[in-house]
């Protein structure tokens, strides 16, 4: 259902089980300052209630399909709850197997989103022609870029195809491990992507370093505010996207909460609803709502960990926290430490072939249902992900709770909203380049409505300019 | 032995008493379509896909329970009969909620091969979308009447073959269920045996093994000597 607007009107734009939809309203006070900006996610998709009554076992190729960008992060953190609720851990090797495809996920989701997305606003400029500002575009201007992009996708594509048959929902990853074990030869054709994946995230490392003072302005006005961070952290404090446990931090560090294992993950985030919304905002339990809010992702990963524990990744980790301090808080920063991820995906997965362990044939726990309750926790490559399921003695699902990283960066997107609209709404009049803005530092956070694939560059946003009495003053909307 | 002489298709076939349309056409290599026929168990006709034309009146008659008779003049392929076929098929997709992609039995069910087969890419009628349950109070097995397409399947293996007598039939048109035990839990069922053969005839993802995930419900009817073909061979 559609209500087209109409001055004083509200517009009511409930699209059911689409991908990428948002609206945002900019309420302007008294003097015509901007009070308050809001990003409102106007889907609904209703997966946590579709799977009640469904056998548990299925959940994670159901839970996968919520989504075609990152359907690995569904399938492993959905698989780990059920494993919990079998009181089970996958073999060794169908533990190393899972974290390899989700790194493989991670690898071509974070391509996609610097690539593909984000990296025409960075090359063209903000305020460039949107006919130009678009992946076509960087294939004309900026060839060698725009291959990097394609080939880094393609072979994190093709590394989960070549694990589990297919690119996108993959059925694989299943509760106890994975269903087939990893063939030498499917090891050796992995192995000989590495160095070249490896060269072409340098490149756009390179080029991303020397080109950051171009983005000072934004840097300083998209998103830059303190908040807490959360991410999964290994024992020895490196980096960790499988397993491990949560870790939150406030603004310069001071650690909020440490050592959280993922069955108590309530005991850290609590959940919040507002009405503009069908995104869900969670904050830190232990701050409260609103003041509890925090970022997932790459950068805040980046902040969580002591060290990536990965060479090259390290030598970049120590390089970004020379030049931006220990602690950046500006979500700009999104782009640069994604980049530093994918090269650390990189030689996470050559660490992983290199074990010899990896071609065990044993690669899946059998179990019945042992508890009644169950928690998965991985990295997606937007940020944490927690799938919680309840079910009853026979392993019917009775409740499912998502948290989602968008919804974990809710709180911070609509801060960052906030703050473009202050810098750059100064009448009541929107404009182009005021409407690109919004959506950059949307696009910063690579958020998952599903946004990212939608008219390459470009997400159906609509912007409303809504006055002190509640009249839209203005609107504007992507084509 | 009596013989009778019949045309299917324009070709001239030979068949004897007692057997059925479909047993003629088949050991002819003439294929007619089915979903609740499984050589081995009684026929019930129950899903008509094997719907023949039988000359001269044209009458539309399920070729697994129709016996030959001498000079029967049988169309079993025409283009009427693909398209009724092809609705028979949609039909029964929409009657309950059948999603392949996140089925146990995906890429080893009957019914998708046969929406492939009929080249079934879209609906025409709207589904019907009822809300049923899950029944897995059995400690091995589960049944999802959600993808179940009564072909009754599980209830002939299992009085027919085992003879356990567990699975019946309880209610009417859109209400009907396969149930155990009259309706009580399968779990809670004294006569199931837990031989494991109603699964394994099952031709969709209604009857599963639990803690199977997608796609992993596989078949096994080899481990049932008793189905047989007319050649005797394993089904």
Redo the contacts between chains.
């Keep these: 259902m559609t209500t087209k607007t109409t001055p004083n009107q509200l517009i009511i734009d409930p699209v059911t089980r689409i991908e990428g939809h948002s609206k945002i309203t900019i309420t302007l006070g008294e003097q015509g300052e901007v009070t308050d900006a809001r990003f409102h996610v106007t889907q609904f998709r209703g997966f946590e209630r579709m799977c009640e009554g469904r056998p548990v076992h299925e959940m994670p190729s159901l839970m996968a399909r919520i989504c075609g960008i990152c359907p690995v992060s569904h399938l492993v953190a959905s698989a780990k709850a059920v494993d919990a609720i079998m009181a089970t851990a996958p073999p060794p090797a169908g533990a190393r197997l899972r974290r390899l495809m989700n790194l493989a996920q991670i690898l071509q989701s974070h391509a996609l989103s610097f690539f593909h997305l984000s990296s025409p606003d960075l090359l063209f400029g903000f305020d460039a022609d949107p006919a130009k500002r678009h992946l076509y575009g960087l294939v004309q201007e900026f060839p060698q870029f725009a291959k990097d992009g394609i080939a880094l996708r393609r072979y994190g594509q093709h590394m989960i195809e070549l694990l589990g048959g297919k690119r996108i929902h993959p059925a694989w990853v299943v509760p106890g491990g994975v269903t087939s074990p990893l063939r030498a030869e499917v090891r050796d054709e992995i192995l000989a992507g590495v160095p070249d994946a490896i060269e072409r995230v340098r490149r756009a490392l390179d080029w991303y370093k020397q080109a950051m003072s171009r983005w000072n302005e934004e840097t300083e006005v998209w998103g830059n505010f303190p908040t807490a961070f959360l991410g999964l952290v290994s024992e020895d404090g490196t980096a960790e996207h499988y397993d491990g446990t949560l870790r939150a931090i406030g603004p310069a560090g001071t650690i909020i909460h440490d050592e959280i294992a993922p069955t108590d993950f309530a005991n850290c985030v609590g959940e919040a609803v507002e009405p503009w919304s069908y995104l869900k905002s969670t904050y830190l339990a232990k701050l409260g709502y609103p003041d509890g809010i925090y970022r997932v992702g790459p950068l805040a990963r980046l902040n969580v960990v002591d060290r990536m524990g990965t060479p090259r990744a390290d030598e970049e980790l120590a390089e970004m926290r020379s030049r931006l301090g220990r602690w950046p808080s500006s979500s700009f920063h999104f782009h640069y430490t994604r980049l530093i991820e994918t090269l650390y995906c990189c030689e996470r997965i050559e660490q992983i072939l290199r074990d010899p362990g990896i071609l065990s044939g044993r690669v899946r726990s059998q179990a019945g249902i042992n508890r009644n309750e169950g928690v998965g926790v991985s990295e997606a490559p937007r940020g944490t992900l927690m799938h919680h399921y309840v079910v009853d003695d026979d392993g019917l699902v009775q409740r499912a709770n998502l948290i989602i990283a968008t919804g974990q960066n809710n709180l911070a997107m609509n801060r960052g909203v906030k703050q473009v609209a202050q810098q750059y709404v100064k009448s009541d009049k929107l404009t182009e380049g005021m409407l690109n803005r919004v959506e950059a530092v949307i696009r910063c956070y690579d958020p998952c409505l599903s946004c990212s694939t939608h008219a390459v560059g470009q997400m159906p946003f609509h912007i409303q300019l809504v006055g002190p009495s509640g009249t839209v003053l203005d609107e504007l909307a992507t084509p | 032995m009596n013989v009778c002489t019949l045309k299917i298709d324009g070709v001239e076939v030979v068949g004897t008493a007692g057997e059925t349309i479909l047993d003629v056409a088949r050991s002819n290599n003439i294929e007619i379509p089915t979903l609740c026929h499984l050589d081995g168990l009684s026929d019930v006709a129950s899903c008509r896909l094997c719907v023949v034309e039988v000359a001269p009146s044209g009458k539309l008659l399920p070729a697994c329970a129709v016996a030959v008779e001498e000079g029967m003049e049988i169309t079993a392929n025409s283009d009427r009969l693909h398209r009724y076929r092809q609705q028979i098929i949609e039909m029964v997709f929409l009657e309950r909620n059948h999603v392949c ?2 089925c ?1 039995a ?1 890429n080893h069910c009957e019914l998708q091969d046969k929406a492939a087969e009929f080249n079934l890419t879209h609906f025409d009628l709207c589904p019907v979308n009822p809300r049923l ?2 029944d ?2 059995h400690e091995r097995f ?1 049944i ?1 009447h959600n993808r179940c397409i009564l072909c009754l399947r599980c209830v002939r293996v299992c009085s027919e073959v085992e003879g356990a007598f567990t699975w019946g039939v309880s209610g009417r048109g859109l209400d009907t269920r396969v149930v155990t035990d009259a309706g009580a839990p399968w ?1 809670e069922s004294d006569t199931c045996t837990s031989c494991g053969k109603c699964v394994q005839v099952c031709p969709t993802g209604a009857l599963f093994e ?7 419900e596989k078949p096994r009817r080899p481990f049932l000597p008793y189905l047989t073909d007319k050649a005797g061979v394993p089904a």
């Design positions: 992609s996140v146990v995906n349950e899950v897995a109070t589960a999802d779990g639990k803690g199977r995930s997608v796609a992993q």
